[in-house]
């Protein structure tokens, strides 16, 4: 079995929500279940199923979680001495060729990838076409909106 590599930043975020979902969200959710079904008829309790159902998706993130953890291998990205080149882990500073506009992005492991925080998970097709540039490189990829040219303006390990 091949071990995923996740930054030590991204797992200890993880493992916190992970904890979070087993200490905190798990108890809150049980109670709920408990206080809906003492409400009497089962089938027409329109509570104890929505609490059953954020039950059902809690221990499926606590799953997820803890399979993922186990098998995942931490990489502290600020021992990387990758230079000007972009490996996993590199924070990656690009300008849009035909617009002109900025974005920063982090290439990091694909369980902990959330785009909406600039986290790219490796495997994506930007990450793929990342991987192994220098800084001052131009490069390309396939969007879903099409073909993208980006050239890049910076590359940190931090």
């Known amino acids: 079995m091949s071990r995923a590599p996740i930054t030590k930043v991204g797992s200890e975020r993880l493992r916190a929500e992970l904890e979070r979902l ?9 109670a709920a279940v408990a206080e809906a079904r003492a409400h009497g008829d089962l089938k027409e309790n329109a ?4 609490a059953r ?14 399979a993922g953890l186990s098998t995942a291998e931490v990489i502290d990205v600020s021992r990387l001495a990758a230079g000007n080149r ?20 982090q290439i990091v492991g694909d369980l902990e990838a959330d785009i909406k925080q600039r986290l790219i998970a490796v495997s994506s097709p930007i990450a793929r ?3 192994g ?9 396939t969007a ?15």
């Open 133 to 141: 540039k220098n800084n001052g490189d131009d490069f390309e990829f």
């Open 86 to 105: 972009v490996v996993f882990g590199a924070t990656v500073d690009l300008e849009d060729v035909d617009s002109g506009e900025s974005v920063t992005y």
């Open 144 to 158: 879903p909106n099409g073909v993208k040219s980006y050239a890049i303006v910076g590359v940190r390990y931090s």
């Open 47 to 50: 509570e104890y199923h929505a």
């Open 129 to 131: 076409a990342l991987i």
């Open 22 to 30: 087993k200490s905190v969200e798990r108890p809150r959710i049980i």
């Open 53 to 66: 159902e954020q039950h059902g998706f809690n221990e499926g993130r606590i799953a997820e979680l803890e």
